[in-house]
């Protein structure tokens, strides 16, 4: 039967600042653990809109992996392939939130538990049938065995299973160049890619996002711009359909992105229209900023067609 939507990547827990503007260099309080990791939040979404999900990655044996892993099983995620490492810490992410919207990350992840995954670690046999592998920068960027690991799928997985890509570069991990070459054959196989703002701009060297997201379209990619607040601008083909945002009141931006990624696939492997799986993304990204922690506002399947009815 097969998954519709597997991911690897970093499976993260996230200690986040309580005020606003307290740098990362001075003490001052935290909150958490919040389960996050750009893969796994965007799998958590896809899992409680219904679709059939399975993680691959790396936890520490402690409270931590447990907290991350217990979160996906609790949605509904295939967890066999989350491997436990007997002695490597399972990687953290602190934020700090400064007031004019900026965020700063610093993680523990490339000597920890995710930077322990291998090739090992994708068993080709359970991925027959997969219809979407969601591949993103960061796990490009955690370190060489991740980045093999997804040489592995792009390499062995036959073209029924699509590869979706979602740039998420966070600069502070690697450095941009490093990051587009390291990208490079993902893109290449990638059927859809999910930028955010000036990621399409940089890694295609075109001047604009439009100029850059045209290019991928061109090459027959569909190509789905994230935008914030102002939504979400999908190319497909010759085609350019903006698809407007909900209002919402934000309390914390982190994860928008990448459930916004996780709607839109499962409304994908649904058969929806091109433009209804913008709407239903849209929705989930807009509902996902009204809590704190990056996963806790991931809408259940009910809650999302509740939202999707009254607006
Ligand atoms: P991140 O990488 O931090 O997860 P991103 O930059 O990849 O985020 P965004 O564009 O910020 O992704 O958000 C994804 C989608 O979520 C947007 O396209 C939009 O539909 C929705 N969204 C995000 N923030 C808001 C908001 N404040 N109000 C309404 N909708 C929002
Ligand atoms: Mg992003």
């Known amino acids: 039967m097969g998954y519709d939507i597997v991911t690897i990547g970093g499976m993260l827990c996230e200690i986040m600042r309580k005020e606003l503007d307290k740098p990362l260099d001075a003490a001052a309080d935290f909150t958490g653990p919040y389960p996050s990791g750009d893969t796994p939040i965007m799998l958590n979404a896809a899992a409680r809109l219904g679709a059939r999900t399975a993680m691959i990655g790396v936890v520490g044996n402690d409270g931590f992996g447990r907290c991350i892993t217990n979160r996906l099983e609790e949605n509904g995620v295939d967890c066999s392939m989350v491997r436990i490492h007997p002695d490597a810490a399972t990687g953290v992410a602190f934020v700090c939130y400064y007031s004019d919207g900026s965020r700063n990350f610093l993680y523990h992840v490339h000597h920890a538990a995710p930077g322990m995954m291998s090739p090992e670690d994708v068993d080709l046999e359970k991925l027959k049938g997969t ?3 969601h591949i993103t920068g960061f796990t490009m960027s955690i370190g060489k065995g991740s980045a093999e690991a997804v040489y592995k799928i792009i390499r062995e997985l036959t073209p029924d299973t699509g590869i979706s890509f979602d740039p998420n570069i966070r600069a502070e991990a690697l450095g941009v160049e490093k990051i587009k070459e390291l990208c490079r054959p993902v893109i290449e196989r990638a059927s859809l ?4 703002r000036s990621e399409a701009k940089m890694l295609t060297g075109a001047s604009t996002d439009d100029g850059g ?3 991928w379209a061109a090459q027959g990619k569909l190509v789905v711009l994230k935008n914030g607040e102002a939504g979400s601008r999908i190319y497909d083909g ?3 359909v903006d698809v407007p945002s909900f209002p919402v009141d934000e309390i914390d931006p982190t994860g928008a992105g990448d459930t916004f ?3 839109f696939l499962t409304a994908l492997c649904e058969g929806k229209k091109i433009e209804e799986c913008g709407r239903f993304a849209n929705a989930a990204g807009a509902m996902s900023v009204r809590k704190k922690g990056p996963m806790e506002g991931a809408p ?3 809650e999302l067609e509740e939202f999707l009815r009254s607006h």
């Open 131 to 133: 219809r979407w592998m």
């Open 193 to 196: 890619i999910f930028p955010s």
């Open 213 to 215: 997201c045209r290019l």
């Open 238 to 240: 010759d085609r350019v």
């Open 300 to 302: 259940s399947r009910k």
């Open 261 to 263: 990624c996780g709607a």
